[in-house]
């Protein structure tokens, strides 16, 4: 055929195919070939893009594996030290390493600079105590990172520095003790975080000063189940907020959120943080953590009031509608009585009226579609000057009325005790009455001084004038009056006599 070929120059244009499928087969040969493609090793199953050396002693990866690999898998190794050399040749396409159940205690800088392409990298299960500077920046698109079932009780905040493609991030199973805001909030925060899983940790409480400063779309991933919580109001508040609007960490948990109460200094019990009437926490102070987070605002009537949207994602491929008590969508550049809402989901109501409590939903979403978030705004409208007023009048009542009690006391007191007695001054008493002892009858019995009794006749009627309303206040009271005074009293003055009988009868 070759010279079939070369002698026939007139089928140069046949020709070409042929040579078209030898060159080919040279590439195909060249691909596959040991140089570039390398080999399996026998420590290890191959398949096409994915390779397997799973629990064959190894201290480090082979250097002759096929250098297109997409996916290795070196579980139940001996590999103890992650350093530059440790991947001895460079792995342009891998986007899937793991590296569980092995014995690596630290992680040197530099270590995955030849896989800068991983999405997933598999860390659990080893015996890492400190995650610190920047071990992951050459990941720059890695996705997901499993740090489960390690040591880890410190974070160094710029550990995860550079990873602004972090979708997933697994801490549960270590021995943190403090929650990582880090991750949210400052220098090194991760933007596209939207789960974190540090369930069964050592945290004790939550910053609940600096939580709100998370965003929905993030809070919504946060996982805190197994941590042994003490028992605390605020938390309390927190898991409720969360257990209402339906976030899977708290509804698909409920009965691993427990909290230690210590009735002692030394015994305590492990209770349920999920449950009706924990701790006896009132809805005031619920009401407080949530107006501390942001999901409760006081308006007053009249007053300008400004609400965020909590989703924090305004920017210029979101879009922001707001739902109001009675389903109004409230939209931007949409006036709607003394409604506005702006385009980064800020609601301003200018004037807020009663009529304009309740709950108002945000409702963010992203040009793509890829994000739906939805809030809920409780806003409480009450006036503050009717408020001080109503208060002012009920603190004058009572006043009033205390005043007029002390009063009344003192004026009895001084009835009782500074009246000039009566008796000397007094008619005969009837014959039936002479039989009683001579000490009484005397006492009784009228004496010279007649005129002396005229003036103090005269000035007890005007005292009588004066503690009127007091003997009548007194007979309404039940008090009773004993022997001559009760009949002396009824005798000069007929209105309280027609009481104290009404009374009697």
């Not at 140069?12 to 060249?30: H, K, Y």
């Not at 210590?262 to 809805?283: A, E, I, K, P, T």
């Not at 006043?399 to 001084?414: E, G």
Request: charged share 20%; with cysteine; hydrophobic share 40%.
């Amino acid at each position: 055929m070759w010279l079939r070929v070369h002698t026939l120059p007139t089928l140069l244009g046949a020709v070409r195919p042929g040579c078209r499928e030898l060159l080919c087969l040279l590439v195909i040969t060249v691909t596959v070939g040991p140089g570039a493609s390398g080999v399996c090793p026998t420590a290890c199953i191959c398949a096409t893009d994915i390779v397997s050396c799973t629990n064959k002693n190894l201290s480090k990866v082979p250097g002759n594996l096929f250098r297109l690999i997409k996916r290795l898998d070196l579980s139940y190794n001996r590999i103890g030290l992650l350093d530059s050399e440790w991947i001895p040749v460079s792995f342009a396409k891998l986007n899937t390493l793991i590296i569980r159940h092995n014995n690596i205690s630290s992680i040197s800088t530099g270590s995955f600079s030849t896989t800068p392409n991983l999405k997933c990298l598999d860390l659990s299960s080893n015996k890492l105590k400190t995650v610190k500077n920047a071990v992951f920046q050459e990941l720059k698109v890695l996705e997901v990172l499993l740090l489960y079932n390690n040591y880890i009780s410190y974070l160094d905040p710029s550990a995860f520095g550079g990873l602004s493609q972090l979708q997933k991030l697994y801490l549960s199973g270590n021995f943190l003790t403090q929650f990582p805001m880090d991750l949210y909030v400052g220098r090194f925060k991760l933007a596209e975080l939207m789960f974190l899983d540090v369930s069964y940790n050592r945290i004790p409480s939550m910053p609940m000063h600096h939580i709100n400063l998370v965003p929905g779309k993030q809070l919504r991933g946060i996982y805190l189940h197994g941590n042994p919580f003490v028992c605390d109001c605020s938390l309390y508040s927190l898991l409720v907020f969360w257990y209402r609007r339906h976030f899977s960490s708290v509804m698909d948990f409920k009965n691993d959120y427990t909290c230690r109460l210590w009735s002692d200094s030394r015994h305590s019990r492990q209770v349920l943080l999920l449950q009706d009437s924990f701790m006896n926490c009132s809805d005031s102070i619920i009401n407080g953590s949530f107006r501390a987070l942001g999901f409760i605002h006081e308006a007053q009537v009249g007053e300008r009031l400004i609400v965020h949207c909590d989703s924090k994602t305004g920017n210029g491929n979101t879009d922001f509608i707001w739902v109001g008590p009675d389903n109004r969508l409230l939209e931007p550049d949409k006036e709607m009585e003394n409604f506005h809402v702006f385009h980064n989901g800020s609601l301003v109501i200018e004037s807020p009226r009663f009529e304009d409590a309740g709950v108002y939903s945000c409702i963010a979403m992203n040009r793509q579609r890829l994000l739906n978030e939805t809030v809920d705004v409780t806003i409480n409208v009450s006036n503050f000057t009717v408020s001080r007023s109503h208060a002012h009048e009920t603190f004058n009542t009572a006043f009033t009325t205390l005043a007029a009690c002390v009063a009344s006391i003192v004026l009895v007191l001084l009835y009782l005790y500074l009246t000039p007695c009566p008796c000397k001054c007094k008619t005969k008493r009837p014959k039936n009455m002479l039989h009683q002892s001579n000490a009484h009858s005397s006492i009784l019995s009228p004496g010279p001084a007649s005129d002396a009794c005229a003036d103090e006749r005269k000035a007890g009627a005007e005292k009588s004038q004066v503690l009127g309303s007091v003997k009548c206040l007194l007979a309404s009271k039940s008090i009773q009056l004993a022997g001559e005074d009760s009949r002396w009293c009824c005798e000069n003055n007929p209105g309280l006599k027609l009481s104290l009988d009404a009374r009697r009868g």
